[in-house]
C-alpha cells in the first residue's frame, strides 16, 4: 500500500524560483495537511484541508499557497522562494479532521 | 500558542533496558498520539490514545493518556536496536471550532548494543 506520497523527494531551489510540491493519498482520506519539520523544532503546520473543497491557514502559512485538486491530492506551492523556507516538508492525511494522521516520507528542500 | 514540551531530548540505553518519555502540556488534550520517525522518513503512528487515564500497548510499547489530560508517557521494553529514531508526541485540542495537531520536538533515541 502506497499511503502517502509525496515528489519529489529532493530539490534544490535558487532564491526567487518558484515550486509546486505534490502531495497524494491512497487511502479514502477526507483530511489532509502540509506541514514543516526544521531542526530543533517540532512539526508545524503550513496549512490544512479539512475536506474536498475547504482549506485553511496552519501556523505557518506565510509564503505558500495550497491547492485541493481532489480528495486525493493536495499540492504545497512556493510563489518565490525563500531561504528561510529552507526545510524537509511532509505532507499528511486523516480519515477525519480529529483522527490521526499518516505522513508521507517528506520532501527535502534546500533554497540557496 | 500551544506548546508541548518533550523530554529527555535524548537518550542512549544498553540494549534491554526499558526506556521512558513524556510530554506535557500547558494545555487540555483531547487525543495524544506517539510517532516514530527513522532517519530520511515520514514519522509513523505507533499508538493513538482518546480518553484520561486510557493505557494502550502496541508489542513492546505502552502509552498512557494523563489523567489530568495534559501529559502522556510512552514505555518502550527490551529495547532492542531498531528502536534507534526520534518519537514525537502529538496531543490534539479544539481550535477556532477546528482540530489541529500540536506536535513535541521529539525524544531521539540511541541504543547502544
Known amino acids: 500500500n502506497a499511503g502517502v506520497t509525496q515528489t519529489p523527494k529532493f530539490q534544490v531551489l535558487k532564491t526567487g524560483q518558484s515550486m509546486t510540491l505534490q502531495c497524494a493519498q491512497d487511502?479514502?482520506?477526507?483530511?489532509m495537511y502540509w506541514y514543516r519539520q526544521d531542526p530543533g523544532m517540532g512539526l508545524r503546520l503550513i496549512y490544512y484541508s479539512a475536506s474536498e473543497g475547504t482549506t485553511d491557514k496552519g501556523e505557518v502559512p506565510n509564503g505558500y499557497n495550497v491547492s485541493r485538486l481532489n480528495k486525493r491530492e493536495f499540492s504545497l506551492r512556493l510563489e518565490s522562494a525563500a531561504p528561510s523556507q529552507t526545510s524537509v516538508y511532509f505532507c499528511a492525511s486523516s480519515e477525519g479532521a480529529h483522527q490521526p494522521q499518516h505522513f508521507g516520507d517528506g520532501t527535502r528542500l534546500s533554497i540557496l | 500558542g500551544q506548546q508541548l514540551n518533550q523530554s529527555p531530548q535524548s537518550m542512549f540505553i544498553q540494549e534491554g533496558e526499558d526506556v521512558s518519555m513524556n510530554c506535557t502540556s500547558s494545555s487540555i488534550f483531547n487525543t495524544w498520539l506517539w510517532y516514530k520517525q527513522d532517519p530520511g522518513e515520514g514519522p509513523v503512528l505507533l499508538i493513538a490514545?482518546?480518553?484520561?487515564?486510557e493505557l494502550t500497548s502496541n508489542g513492546r510499547l505502552t502509552a498512557q493518556f494523563g489523567i489530568t489530560r495534559k501529559d502522556s508517557f510512552l514505555n518502550i521494553s527490551a529495547s532492542i536496536p531498531s528502536d534507534v529514531g526520534i518519537y514525537f508526541c502529538?496531543?490534539?485540542?479544539?481550535?477556532?471550532?477546528?482540530?489541529?495537531?500540536?506536535f513535541g520536538t521529539g525524544t531521539r533515541l540511541k541504543v547502544l548494543a
Open positions: 490514545l482518546y480518553k484520561a487515564g
Open positions: 502529538a496531543g490534539q485540542a479544539r481550535s477556532s471550532g477546528t482540530y489541529k495537531y500540536i
Open positions: 487511502m479514502n482520506h477526507n483530511s
